[in-house]
């Protein structure tokens, strides 16, 4: 005799299906907000050496005259592009050069896309936007 009634047998199975559901939800968040959170910094960094790289870019033509070593525009959008574009894997970039306190600086802001692998089985987007933003200027001399 095994010990189970009739009105009993399958109660547990069931309850192992919604537990193991849930266990599964539990795995899913914690994967997928880890690949989330990788991506994130991995923005973070491409837009940090994307940033550093442009701001290498100064107007050499106006610092040997003795002007101020100020970053070319166009040199520094090029070689932000060059180097996002050798990393791979970037859905998007964008660059502007803010002035602060008279000083010119370049602002890089990358954009990533994170699929999600085991939230979408639940129902959740499939697909996350991340950004990493960073801001670099040109170091010229004393600190």
Known sequence: MSGWTGRESGRVSLFL???MIGVLAIIGLAYDGAGQLRSLQRADDLAAEAARSGGQM??????????????????????????????????????????????KQIRVRVTISYRRDLLGLFGFENTVTVTGEATARALTGAP
């Not at 090029?78 to 996002?84: I, M, N």
């Not at 050798?86 to 660059?95: K, L, N, P, S």
């Open 58 to 103: 100064i107007d050499r033509a106006r610092a040997i005259e003795g002007g101020p070593k100020e970053i070319d525009e166009p040199s520094a959008r090029a070689a932000v592009a060059t180097y996002l574009s050798a990393a791979g894997g970037v859905g998007g970039h964008d660059v502007s050069f803010p002035v602060v306190d008279g000083e």
């Open 17 to 19: 299906a919604a537990a």
